[in-house]
């Protein structure tokens, strides 16, 4: 070899080569927006103190992945703005009148235990805000407790009374269209219903999050609550209320889309989504916590590595 072909260094690099123009950036911005119609909505029925909650949240989420980044030597990533997308969609599971330590102690526990404990964004096996929001959901019930926190309101919690009331009962004190408007008692932005959709549309209208994982999510917890609803009316609620009431309709469009933790081809998708949205119904129906959608999202967060083994066979090959 000469020297002059020493001296050229040449360059390879992977198909594709056609970028679509989406962002992590991008990403995090359209989610704020959606994000914006929900705590506008949580604002008008919860007050000033959502503000608090909501602000509290993004800040220390923002700043433990700024101190991690510090201590592991990386560069800073806080202009990705998923940190603070992060943050908010914390503080929209949280109650309205949080106190400041429970809010500081969610956020640093979702950052610290779920994503950088596992290397930042996109290498968590499990949605970031549901770690946070699990820790202190477990560790303090009675300040997760929406109906202890939020006493000064004239709305009546749907999930409770269809817990220790039966169907009946609930059917006959609550309508669709308050559950819609979010006049129900529940945490600070998960249970604005309206403005959860439009948010939601608006993500799907963008390409942020996947059609198939919103669809089967609500597919399956449809298809299970109409079924035991079918089966036996008078012990199983109407399936429409367990997908308006709780966090049902947030986990479905914010939490379970993901992207780090979601199947990356179709047929895992519809599965993943089917299967949490079923998940949401047995939790509620049989076991111990009026709403559990956020534990539903966790568990087929972990069984999401099956899923994406699911894959079609390269175009060609004989069955």
Not at 31 to 36: E, K, Q
Not at 128 to 137: K, L, N, P, R, S
Not at 286 to 294: E, L, Q, R, S, V
Request: net charge neutral.
């Amino acid at each position: 070899m000469s020297n002059l072909d020493k001296n050229f260094l040449f360059s390879m690099s992977v198909a594709p080569f056609w970028h679509c123009g989406r962002t992590i950036r991008g990403n995090s911005i359209h989610t704020g927006i959606a994000l914006v119609l929900v705590i506008a909505m949580a604002l008008w029925h919860w007050g000033i103190s959502v503000i608090g909650v909501v602000g509290l949240s993004a800040f220390v989420a923002l700043l433990t992945e700024e101190f991690w980044n510090k201590v592991m030597e990386r560069h800073s990533t806080w202009n990705d703005g998923t940190a603070l997308v992060s943050g908010v969609l914390l503080a929209c599971l949280l109650p309205a009148t949080a106190p400041f330590w429970l809010v500081i102690i969610a956020a640093f526990c979702a950052i610290t235990f779920g994503k950088m404990a596992f290397g930042g964004y996109g290498a968590n096996p499990v949605s970031t805000v549901c770690v946070g929001w699990a820790m202190v959901f477990v560790s303090f019930p009675i300040y997760m407790d929406p109906n202890a926190m939020l006493l000064q309101t004239d709305f009546i919690d749907p999930l409770v009374r269809l817990k220790y009331f039966g169907p009946d009962f609930m059917e006959h004190s609550v309508s669709f269209t308050d559950l819609l408007l979010g006049k129900q008692i529940g945490a600070l932005g998960a249970s604005q219903n309206l403005a959860v959709i439009l948010g939601g549309v608006y993500l799907l209208a963008k390409g942020v999050i996947r059609m198939e994982v919103v669809i089967s999510f609500i597919a399956g917890i449809l298809l299970l609550g109409g079924i035991l609803n079918i089966c036996s009316p008078e012990q199983y609620v109407n399936p429409f209320y367990h997908l308006l009431t709780g966090t049902t309709l947030f986990c479905a469009f914010f939490l379970a889309t993901d992207f780090a933790c979601t199947p990356d081809r179709s047929i895992g998708m519809w599965l993943y989504g089917l299967i949490g949205g079923m998940l949401v119904v047995v939790i509620r129906t049989y076991g111990i916590y009026t709403d559990g959608a956020p534990f539903a999202v966790m568990l087929i967060n972990l069984l999401s590595p099956y899923f994406a083994m699911i894959q079609p066979k390269p175009f060609g090959v004989k069955q």
